[in-house]
T-cell receptor, first 116, second 116 residues
């Protein structure tokens, strides 16, 4: 079965602190894709990153960085020098291929509050 | 990135009436569209997968006679909540994939449905 676990339900940090959001996944497939999405209070889902299962290189984009570890089935997301605008719910998700179809499975999300 | 437009953004309807939500891919052809439902403070739950020109595939526990999905063209899928009741109040989000990018999901802005 495919599963995405975000153990942190809510996190609060003070502005300018670094914060890491955890994501652990389960899949039997060797080919899969991992995603992070941001959902601000307005509700729309903002795509942040996609990573395929064959690319374990970590990625940095501005204040955002992602650490993909296949050995521990984790795909953690770090925000450096957090800002109030980072306050949102963040979802980790997994696309898997099975029986000719593909689906996006979401974790339960982590609500991040950045306090000024 | 590709744009998916969802309409309306919010709707309030009386119990017993039907509501139609539209999901359009504006600049690409979406062979597959997905409909999700999100309750407050919860994750996105896949309701159904819709392929153009064929019947939608519903997830277990989703009433197909209540949530009618039509994917009549490569740029439009509709979700109709029939005989809506207060427990149908939720945030509904669609996503779309194109033929050339099945691993990229582009999300609509979401529709907040309130049934009174």
């Amino acid at each position: 079965a495919q599963k995405v676990t975000q153990a942190q339900t809510e996190i609060s940090v003070v502005e300018k602190e670094d914060v890491t959001l955890d994501c652990v996944y389960e899949t039997r497939d060797t080919t899969y894709y991992l995603f992070w999405y941001k959902q601000p209070p307005s509700g729309e889902l903002v795509f942040l990153i996609r990573r395929n299962s064959f690319d374990e290189q970590n990625e940095i984009s501005g204040r955002y960085s992602w650490n993909f570890q296949k050995s521990t089935s984790s795909f953690n997301f770090t925000i450096t020098a957090s800002q109030v605008v980072d306050s949102a719910v963040y979802f980790c998700a997994l696309i898997f291929f099975g029986a000719g179809s593909y689906q996006l499975t979401f974790g339960k999300g982590t609500k991040l509050s950045v306090i000024p | 990135g590709a744009v998916v437009s969802q309409h309306p953004s919010w709707v309030i309807c009386k119990s017993g009436t039907s509501v139609k939500i539209e999901c359009r891919s504006l600049d690409f052809q979406a062979t597959t569209m997905f409909w999700y439902r999100q309750f407050p403070k919860q994750s996105l739950m896949l309701m159904a997968t819709s392929n153009e020109g064929s019947k939608a595939t519903y997830e277990q526990g989703v009433e197909k006679d209540k949530f009618l999905i039509n994917h009549a063209s490569l740029t439009l899928s509709t979700l109709t909540v029939t005989s809506a009741h207060p427990e149908d109040s939720s945030f509904y989000i669609c996503s779309a994939n194109s033929q050339g990018a099945v691993t990229e999901a582009f999300f609509g802005q979401g529709t907040r449905l309130t049934v009174v």
